[in-house]
């Protein structure tokens, strides 16, 4: 599986970003796909992951209420809605795939990672 994410950019505190991550090949809906980003200076931190089922999605603390995954398997995109961005949430965001995964917040267990996409909020 290849990953690609896109969507990040510059955005003031306060607004709005989609990010997009397309998968290719046609095991998609076989993979629970994960979010993570990396601050500089940072350790990467789990963001969200959505259930190969579609089913179940998990988000980390920082983004509850904020940020919704969700996944369109015919078109083999998973999304990331980003609301009410703060500036701490300043970092590379990366999508990632771990086959029939359970939604773990441990990247080491996803199999597959995008190349990567700059979020950058701004005051």
């Known amino acids: 599986v290849q990953l690609q994410a896109s969507g990040g950019g510059l955005v003031q505190a306060e607004g709005s970003l989609r990010l997009s991550c397309a998968a290719s090949?046609?095991?998609?809906?076989?993979?629970?796909m994960g979010w993570f980003r990396q601050a500089p200076g940072k350790e990467r931190d789990f963001v969200a992951a959505?259930?190969?089922?579609?089913?179940?999605?998990y988000c980390a603390d920082s983004s509850k209420g904020r940020f919704t995954i969700s996944r369109d398997n015919a078109k083999n995109t998973v999304y990331l809605q980003m609301n009410s961005l703060k500036l701490d949430d300043t970092a590379v965001y990366y999508c990632?795939?771990?086959?029939?995964?359970?939604?773990?917040?441990?990247?080491?267990?996803?199999?597959?990672w995008g190349q990567g996409t700059l979020v950058t909020v701004s005051s």
């Open positions: 990632a795939a771990d086959l029939y995964g359970p939604g773990r917040r441990d990247g080491t267990f996803y199999e597959y």
């Open positions: 090949g046609r095991t998609f809906s076989r993979y629970t």
């Open positions: 959505i259930a190969w089922s579609g089913g179940s999605t």
